[in-house]
């Protein structure tokens, strides 16, 4: 008799297990003598993988797959649904294994929790199916699995699982025991499922491809803070290194030969990483293995696997197998964001597959600036956490808020590797000759205007609505202009609305841009290409755009006017003007308006703008990189933030990360607290008319009939899906639209709103230009 596993691709519990054994047996050999785990250890995670699925031999769940595959029926004695994880353990011959009550305990608790469905098990119900269904069977499962099976009823294991016998920290060792055991077999199990290796290109190491390319680039002339990191790859370390220091390679020099995450907070960052890392051109670490695709480098964000589709060649099986990959942490090396990778401080159900992998791993926390004071609190947190499983930690910021320092050195106590700390600052490059202005950055749309005719001109506001309100103001400037030297240009247009006026503008100045998070996927991906390829070329023009630019595209102006922001965000967006410092500095580039400022208490906070701005109020002319370092060192001094909302939310969140109870939420809910605001993704119903909007819903609600097979039911969904996102914007909240849900496809949204091409989502009626 067979006893099967999985129905899509049929599997039996022993292929299935056999799968796990040989990811198991890797593993060992690979990481061995990485991962804080004993001989006895190893042994304790082979039993778990050997016993955590022969409770699917239980009758009931046989038929669920039988009846999946159109197989006769099995007459089921006990009929009751219960989970297979609850049933495995019961199967486990303790005596015959040798375990002693603490490896019991391991065992148990591991095999019952390696599906966490938040749904207790019912004791009587498990006995039952496990008397009836299972018992009678026994020598049968036994020379199918090819291992002993437990022949007495041992009821008294559930008691070793239940809730207030969970592992948590008071327990002292165990729990990190625990949390590798379980972890690992999360892994072992998910990679198993997957079909995909456990680890991928072992024998690489991302330092060797830096130190070539370095050869190649630089004739091996490294910087300091590449040679800083490189000499401490055995500690924990923190950075702070102004833009132009190659931090890049300095992060994958520290990684050395070792397994690695690498973090930054954007999405269209990571994408630029991943291909700059994988490029044979730049450092170029990648493998290519014909069953696996891309094996070095892995890319692991929310909709990494759209990009992967979008911009690689290759068939979407391929692909999509590449994603798989990186999704079970197989890379050597992941390019990643956090919520995809550092969610274990919530104590989630399941947190210990991540947490695991950090015990064999180093971690790289990029532009930690960037994140605020709550995702900066669990950060800290986390740093702590993979201090104490083993792994180890690289921070590295352009500004470094003190008491975020601070309290990380506090939660590494007695750290087990040492936490080093280095300052990368060059004065000998000038780059920004600052200008002090109280007005409003809607008033300097006329000067602006002008300089665009000669410099690459970048204006950043704080709110889209700024940003909207200050392009539009730009384009009225160009348009007076081109009406009082052709007069005759106002009377061909009868009602000067806003498409009118703009497509007078861009016949005479063609480089007049708008760039914020609310245009539709496909017009952002076109607008964030071509200011890029903007910056690179010889054109002069004005772009408009909103704090996006800061740290996610790399980008070189002429000329900057921003809005006053807080120091830390103010001085990233210096950083995307005179970038290299090559340009002259004689003449003001950096024009920071001090007036009417938007976004002041919702995108930053008031304590911080406030200091911020007395600080900054003083710092007309050039403005030195040890200035600005100076600058933010008083910003975010401990002292002088006590009592600020600001330090209170940091401290709040800490101390509530620090106390917070395990095994409470689930996997989605935790990655949606990690992340800054939940995105929602909606489609101006005005693209519904569209016929490719159209065929790709058709397509979506046909896919189950199109196709058997649950992978191409996925696949054909997936793609109609990237078709119709391509013409939703993400916005934060629905405020002042009409939202319907669209055509059953979770989390998308109809929004009966106008999109214009120029402006973006318009939540407002603005048709009339000069209204």
């Known amino acids: 008799m067979d006893f099967f596993a999985k129905s899509d691709p049929v599997e039996t519990i022993r292929e299935h297990t056999e799968e796990l054994f040989i990811r198991y047996e890797q593993l060992k050999k690979q990481y061995g003598n990485f991962l804080p785990l004993t001989e006895r250890d190893w042994y304790l995670l082979k039993i778990m993988v050997l016993y955590h699925d022969v409770g699917k031999a239980d009758t009931f769940f046989q038929n669920k797959i039988r009846n999946a595959l159109g197989k006769p029926l099995l007459q089921a004695v006990s009929s009751f649904d219960v989970q297979h994880n609850y049933l495995s353990l019961l199967a486990v011959p303790v005596k015959q294994l040798g375990l002693d009550k603490e490896e019991e305990k391991l065992v148990m608790q591991a095999i019952a929790y390696h599906h966490e469905r938040d749904r207790p098990v019912n004791v009587l119900e498990a006995v039952a199916n496990y008397r009836e269904n299972i018992l009678p069977i026994r020598d049968e499962l036994s020379t199918h699995m090819g291992i002993e099976i437990e022949e007495k009823m041992k009821q008294k294991r559930f008691d070793r699982i239940g809730t207030s016998q969970r592992f948590t920290p008071s327990h002292g060792p165990i729990f990190h025991r625990y949390v590798l055991l379980k972890g690992l077999l999360h892994r072992l199990d998910h990679a198993a499922s997957a079909h995909v290796p456990i680890e991928l290109s072992h024998d690489l190491a991302v330092g060797d491809y830096v130190n070539r390319f370095m050869e190649r680039a630089f004739n091996g002339a490294k910087k300091e803070l590449q040679q800083f990191t490189e000499t401490n790859q055995d500690k924990h370390v923190v950075v702070v290194a102004q833009t132009g220091m190659g931090k890049t390679e300095a992060g994958l020099l520290w990684l050395g030969k070792e397994k690695g995450f690498f973090t930054l907070p954007l999405r269209v960052s990571l994408n630029a990483?991943?291909?700059?890392?994988?490029?044979?051109?730049?450092?170029?670490?990648?493998?290519?293995?014909?069953?696996?695709?891309?094996?070095?480098?892995?890319?692991?964000?929310?909709?990494?696997?759209?990009?992967?589709?979008?911009?690689?060649?290759?068939?979407?099986?391929?692909?999509?197998?590449?994603?798989?990959?990186?999704?079970?942490?197989?890379?050597?090396?992941?390019?990643?964001?956090?919520?995809?990778?550092?969610?274990?401080?919530?104590?989630?159900?399941?947190?210990?597959?991540?947490?695991?992998?950090?015990?064999?791993?180093?971690?790289?926390?990029?532009?930690?600036?960037?994140?605020?004071?709550?995702?900066?609190?669990?950060?800290?947190?986390?740093?702590?956490?993979?201090?104490?499983?083993?792994?180890?930690?690289?921070?590295?910021?352009?500004?470094?808020?003190?008491?975020?320092?601070?309290?990380?050195?506090?939660?590494?106590?007695?750290?087990?590797?040492?936490?080093?700390?280095?300052?990368?600052?060059?004065?000998?490059?000038?780059?920004?000759?600052?200008?002090?202005?109280?007005?409003?950055?809607?008033?300097?749309?006329?000067?602006?205007?002008?300089?665009?005719?000669?410099?690459?001109?970048?204006?950043?506001?704080?709110?889209?609505?700024?940003?909207?309100?200050?392009?539009?103001?730009?384009?009225?400037?160009?348009?007076?202009e081109i009406v009082h030297r052709h007069p005759e240009v106002e009377e061909q247009i009868e009602t000067q609305t806003w498409s009118e006026i703009h497509k007078v503008v861009v016949q005479h100045y063609p480089n007049v841009h708008l760039l914020h998070s609310r245009f539709t996927q496909k017009n952002r991906k076109r607008l964030e290409s071509k200011i890029i390829e903007f910056a690179k070329s010889e054109e002069t023009g004005i772009w408009v755009t909103t704090q996006l630019v800061e740290a996610s595209l790399d980008i070189d102006f002429d000329i900057l006017y921003s809005e006053m922001a807080s120091l830390d965000s103010l001085f990233q967006r210096l950083g995307r003007c005179n970038r290299r410092g090559i340009k002259p500095i004689d003449m003001t580039n950096v024009h920071i308006l001090i007036n009417d400022v938007s976004g002041v208490g919702s995108v930053y906070d008031q304590d911080i703008y406030q200091r911020s701005l007395a600080l900054l109020s003083e710092q007309n002319g050039l403005l030195l990189e040890t200035k600005k370092h100076e600058l933010i060192q008083r910003l975010y001094d401990e002292e002088a933030l006590a009592g600020t909302a600001f330090k209170a939310e940091f401290d709040e969140t800490l101390r509530q990360l620090k106390s917070r109870p395990l095994y409470e939420i689930g996997k989605q809910k935790a990655q949606s607290l990690l992340r800054d605001f939940q995105q929602n993704q909606v489609v101006p119903a005005m693209f519904l008319e569209l016929d490719e909007v159209q065929q790709a819903i058709n397509d979506w609600e046909n896919a189950n009939k199109r196709f058997e097979r649950k992978e191409d039911i996925k696949r054909a969904k997936r793609k109609a899906r990237r078709t119709i996102e391509q013409y939703s914007v993400s916005i934060n909240k629905f405020k002042n639209l009409s939202i319907s849900d669209f055509y059953g496809i979770k989390g998308l949204y109809i929004a009966e709103c106008r999109y214009d091409t120029k402006l973006g989502l318009l939540t407002e009626e603005a048709d009339g230009f000069f209204s």
Do not use: W
């Open 273 to 480: 990483m991943y291909d700059r890392i994988v490029n044979r051109d730049k450092i170029g670490f990648s493998q290519i293995i014909d069953d696996h695709g891309e094996t070095a480098t892995g890319l692991l964000h929310s909709t990494s696997l759209d990009y992967l589709l979008d911009t690689i060649e290759g068939d979407d099986s391929r692909l999509e197998k590449v994603h798989a990959q990186s999704k079970e942490f197989a890379n050597k090396l992941v390019i990643s964001t956090i919520d995809q990778v550092l969610k274990f401080p919530f104590f989630y159900l399941g947190f210990e597959k991540e947490y695991a992998t950090m015990a064999s791993s180093k971690l790289i926390i990029d532009e930690l600036q960037a994140y605020n004071p709550k995702i900066a609190a669990l950060l800290v947190r986390a740093m702590a956490m993979i201090d104490e499983i083993g792994g180890s930690f690289l921070i590295m910021t352009a500004t470094l808020p003190d008491f975020y320092y601070k309290a990380l050195q506090r939660e590494l106590k007695q750290p087990n590797k040492p936490l080093t700390y280095g300052e990368f600052i060059d004065d000998r490059v000038k780059r920004h000759n600052v200008s002090i202005q109280e007005k409003s950055i809607l008033d300097c749309a006329q000067e602006a205007a002008e300089a665009g005719k000669k410099k690459k001109v970048l204006m950043i506001c704080n709110t889209v609505n700024q940003a909207r309100e200050l392009y539009k103001e730009v384009i009225r400037q160009f348009y007076k």
